[in-house]
């Protein structure tokens, strides 16, 4: 299972959707451009954008 199946996976948590216009806000278009997404306790999610030139 990868980090974006499980996050979103769970009753209760964020859809896909949910998940992908969170991203949007941040700036990111695709899950692919993120290097680490954290959901806070508080429901806000920080977003630590993939370094361009690893990809």
Do not use: F, I, N
């Amino acid at each position: 299972m990868d980090a974006v199946s499980a996050l979103v996976g769970h009753p209760g948590w964020l859809t896909r959707a949910d998940l992908d216009a969170l991203l949007r806000e941040h700036g990111t278009g695709e899950v692919g451009a993120v290097h680490l997404a954290v959901l806070e306790a508080r429901g806000r999610l920080s977003v630590l954008p993939r370094d361009r030139d690893r990809r």
